[in-house]
């Protein structure tokens, strides 16, 4: 899985249904060995130790791989070292990567892909796990006004959230300061003054300022940026009653949200990361029984 526009409605609505069949405690496991391995080249928390969750929880086997004591620092491509994991044996490989579509030249290669990030392109395992956030708590996309916040431009969250949500019948708008936006790349998207969006939104997903992508390194000063387009406290009392924040971590705290709320009511930034490992659950299965591997339940 390398992008959520590749999946099709169904196969997105079964990976939500998986996905909360898992969050309610049904349990699966691999009816043979199947060989994973996690090649993480960006940061991560949450990503990487919830794929390596998900595929535990799964009875997969999974490889230990370091980006840094790997052949790569000798010189190595990415796409030999993949063809080299690939001929030892490996069946799927979960990839973040700083370089846009870095899968470009890996997907004729005999083993799965899953994308766990590329640059500014893609993330669709966030994507998925903030659908299954949203389904859960509303039952259904149809009609739900959607606010993305923030450094639009340069996430490839709000790409893939942006891309899937319309295409399950949600209103995408988005926020945050105005050239951090870019029209072309949002499909389009309608950008929107803050404070007249926030009272609209059944769900709002603030976005980490993306300083490792800005050119100057202090692209806004904290306090500047919570004013103008962080969620303050008097912004929060704006939403509807029932709407709920989200942010796909690592959350800024006093940047994107005032600190105090990032636990709030509304807040479901924690939930979000619960459901990650039941999402890549279900993603893990959706690709593996694609190449005609079998789950089956623990006994
Ligand atoms: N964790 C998300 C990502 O990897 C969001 C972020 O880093 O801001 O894109």
């Not at 791989?65 to 044996?89: C, H, P």
């Not at 705290?253 to 009511?265: A, N, P, T």
């Not at 039941?278 to 694609?290: F, S």
Request: aromatic share 8%; with cysteine; proline share 3%.
């Amino acid at each position: 899985m390398i992008k959520l526009s590749k999946l099709s409605k169904e196969a997105i609505h079964a990976i939500i249904e998986d996905s909360l069949a898992f969050a309610s405690g049904k349990r699966l496991r691999s009816k043979e060995p199947i060989f994973v391995a996690n090649l993480f080249f960006e940061n991560s928390t949450r990503t990487v130790v919830s794929f390596e969750m998900a595929e535990r929880k799964l009875g997969l086997e999974v490889v230990p791989f370091s980006v840094q004591g790997s052949s790569l620092n000798k010189g190595e491509s990415l796409r030999d070292t993949v063809k080299t994991l690939e001929s030892l044996g490996l069946d799927l490989l979960v990839i973040r990567h700083p370089d846009d579509n870095y899968f470009h030249d890996l997907q004729d290669l005999d083993l799965s892909i899953v994308n766990a990030g590329d640059g500014t392109g893609h993330h669709p395992s966030q994507g998925l796990l903030d659908l299954v956030t949203i389904k859960q708590e509303f039952g259904s996309f149809e009609g739900l006004t959607v606010g993305i916040v923030g450094d639009v431009k340069h996430s490839r969250v709000a790409n893939s959230d942006a891309d899937a949500l319309r295409r399950l019948g949600a209103k995408v708008h988005f926020s945050g300061p105005e050239d951090w936006f870019d029209q072309g790349a949002m499909m389009n998207g309608t950008y929107r003054n803050f404070d007249h969006l926030i009272p609209e939104v059944d769900v709002l997903i603030l976005l980490r300022i993306q300083h490792e992508r800005h050119s100057s390194k202090h692209p806004m000063a904290s306090q500047e940026y919570l004013t103008k387009y962080g969620l303050t406290r008097s912004r929060m009392e704006m939403m509807k009653s029932g709407a709920i924040i989200m942010h796909p971590g690592p959350v800024n705290r006093g940047v994107e949200i005032e600190s105090d709320l990032v636990e709030c009511d509304k807040s479901r930034i924690f939930k979000q990361i619960e459901n990650g490992v039941y999402t890549r659950m279900a993603i893990l299965k959706h690709e593996l029984e694609g190449r005609g591997f079998e789950f089956v339940p623990w006994e």
